[in-house]
């Protein structure tokens, strides 16, 4: 099988990710405070993407060797998520998680209870009109 560029692109890109996705990124060094050990945690998101076309020239065929263009580019998002607490034998984690900091966000955060609880209520009044008129 012949090998293509966009293949090379798409290695080249993958490796430079994995030498960044390294666990010590995302599970911190343990930090020593007397007996307790601080372990920092770290959320990792990775977005890749590559294209690219091959150009036919006015001298060559289709089936010859053509001029290759293309791309390629990873995106990396690393996010403090808490901290693992150590202390003897207990382990409590720490989450970083900040407050909402908009009504919108407060808003989004809430969406999920709402619905929930407008379906609930709904199913109610379903119930309710079914048992009204099972009764004679």
């Known amino acids: 099988m012949e090998k293509h560029p966009i ?3 798409m290695t080249n ?3 430079k990710v ?3 996705a390294d666990v010590n990124t995302i599970v911190g060094q343990p930090i020593q405070a007397g007996e307790v050990t601080i372990i920092p945690l770290s959320q990792l998101s990775v977005g890749v993407g590559s294209g690219g076309t091959e150009f036919a020239s006015k001298n060559k065929k289709p089936e010859d060797d053509n001029c290759f263009g293309g ?4 995106g990396v998002n690393l996010t403090p998520v808490g901290f693992l607490v150590v202390k003897g034998d207990s382990v409590r ?6 407050p909402p900091a908009t009504t ?3 808003v989004i955060e809430t969406v999920p209870e709402v619905v929930d609880k407008v379906t609930a209520f709904i199913e109610k ?5 079914a048992a009204d008129k099972a009764q004679p």
Request: zero cysteines; hydrophobic letters at 40%; aromatic letters at 0%.
């Open 18 to 20: 994995r030498e960044i």
């Open 104 to 106: 919108v966000d407060r």
């Open 7 to 9: 293949g090379d692109l």
């Open 13 to 15: 890109i993958v490796e």
């Open 93 to 98: 984690l720490l989450p970083v998680a900040p």
């Open 71 to 74: 791309g390629a580019g990873a």
């Open 125 to 129: 009044q379903q119930e309710k009109k």
